[in-house]
């Protein structure tokens, strides 16, 4: 599995939203969610029967998917250093997010394995 494969699990698992399924009646249903989907003219469709889209994993989901994995407090500067908090002290990482471009796809490779080894559990 790849460092991005990695980070993209990590990031669903604390989005779910980040995977939806879209019904032919065009309500979005989030893709974790099981059975079946009631449409406004009662007609029921099975989920699972549904392709799943899914939109790009972006800074917040991946702030979100660290947080989630129990390791303290993280947060990014206005020039896209990470952060991490703990008992009060702050210690920063020379890995970047490229703020320019918002997508977990899109960062460099130092950046996905410093990413995959945060929320690797």
């Given at each position: 599995m790849t460092d991005y494969d990695i980070v993209r699990?990590?990031?669903?698992?604390?989005?779910?939203?980040i995977e939806i399924r879209t019904c032919a009646c065009g309500e979005r249903v989030a893709a974790s969610m099981p059975g079946y989907h009631h449409c406004n003219g009662g007609a029921r469709v099975w989920l699972a029967n549904?392709?799943?889209?899914?939109?790009?994993?972006?800074?917040?989901?991946?702030?979100?998917?660290?947080?989630?994995?129990?390791?303290?407090?993280?947060?990014?500067?206005?020039?896209?250093?990470?952060?991490h908090s703990a008992?009060?002290?702050?210690?920063?990482?020379?890995e970047y997010w490229n703020l320019r471009i918002n997508d977990l796809?899109?960062?460099?490779?130092?950046?996905?394995?410093?990413?995959?080894d945060v929320v690797r559990v």
């Open positions: 699990q990590a990031c669903i698992k604390a989005s779910p939203d549904l392709a799943i889209d899914e939109r790009e994993i972006q800074l917040v989901d991946v702030l979100l998917a660290m947080g989630a994995a129990g390791k303290g407090d993280w947060g990014i500067t206005d020039k896209g250093a990470f952060f008992e009060g002290r702050q210690q920063f990482y020379d796809a899109k960062q460099p490779p130092d950046t996905l394995k410093f990413l995959a």
